[in-house]
DNA sequence: AAAACCACCAACCGCGTACTT
DNA sequence: GAAGTACGCGGTTGGTGGTTT
């Protein structure tokens, strides 16, 4: 409700971080952990606001931070995200280990936008700038970041291309279709099956889908849904996998409906 | 050599929302 | 339930270094 008044100006330093300023951050996380960073900023006696402390530390002092030389598949996997997701750079980061939602964002402007921008012919690579009206946060829609393990995230790269391409119409024509892959695809998002609009819309689409739930039984278990990705398999650890407390949270979602549209339009356009 | 321009990216800002009292 | 606080997110800004003229 009531706005942070942690960024008030008086007294606190702005700008570049020193080594000091540093160090200080870094050690008391070190003991203290992350979190409550206004008193870190008032305990460490850092003239900072705990919203600055913070975001140096998420962004640049992490010891897992991974910085520079994006790969390409990093790169690519960017582009894919944020044809499915849009300028949710958090979310994003999420699936990229070791870089941060401002790094990624950073990345997306001076980089991929330009080029991508160039590629006007390739529509299902388009970025084109949102409208303002596609910035405001999709209601009843919300996500976590999720995190991947180096060792997950590699082999998602790794295994890249051992992708099946299906046709979701047939998919979703078909109560008794033949399971396209193991149960662990399915870790970007869930997509109500009733909407046929946007059935459509993503069947002319090129992405993967999958949908174990489909598949298993020649039924529809777990809520109507399918499963889309944008090519990435494929994780099968004991537990609930990050991704599927993703699927989960998402499938929780009541208006989410809302959030399939928005991405049905967004891909339709692309495909103008 | 220097001014102008450009690109990159760390940091800031405002807002929304979860959490606490 | 209301008010206050803390945190997270995305958009934007501005400093800095590199390149071009």
Known sequence: MG???????????????????????????????????????????????????????????????????????????????????????ALIAGRLPGRTDNE????????????????TSKPAIGLRPLKSEEKKPIEGLKVDKTFFPPEKHQSILNTNEQLINCDIGKILSSSTSTPLQDDSLDFLMDFDISDDLILDDLSSYSYHIYSNEICENGDVVGG?????????????EDGPSPESEMKRELSDQPTFNLELKKVASFLDLEDE
Request: net charge positive.
């Open 3 to 89: 706005r942070n008044q942690c960024c008030a100006k008086d007294g606190l330093n702005r700008g570049a971080w020193s080594f000091q300023e540093d160090q200080l951050l870094i050690n008391y996380v070190k003991i203290h952990g992350e979190g409550k960073w206004r008193t870190l900023a008032q305990r460490t006696g850092l003239k900072r606001c705990g919203k600055s402390c913070r975001l140096r530390w998420l962004n640049y002092l992490r010891p897992d931070i991974k910085r520079g030389n994006i790969s390409a598949d990093e790169e690519d996997l960017i582009i894919r995200l944020h044809n499915l997701l849009g300028n949710r750079w």
């Open 104 to 119: 990624i964002k950073n990345y997306w402007n001076t980089n991929l936008a330009k080029k991508l921008n160039d590629q």
């Open 224 to 236: 109507n849904n399918i499963h889309m990705y944008s090519s990435y398999p494929s994780f099968s």
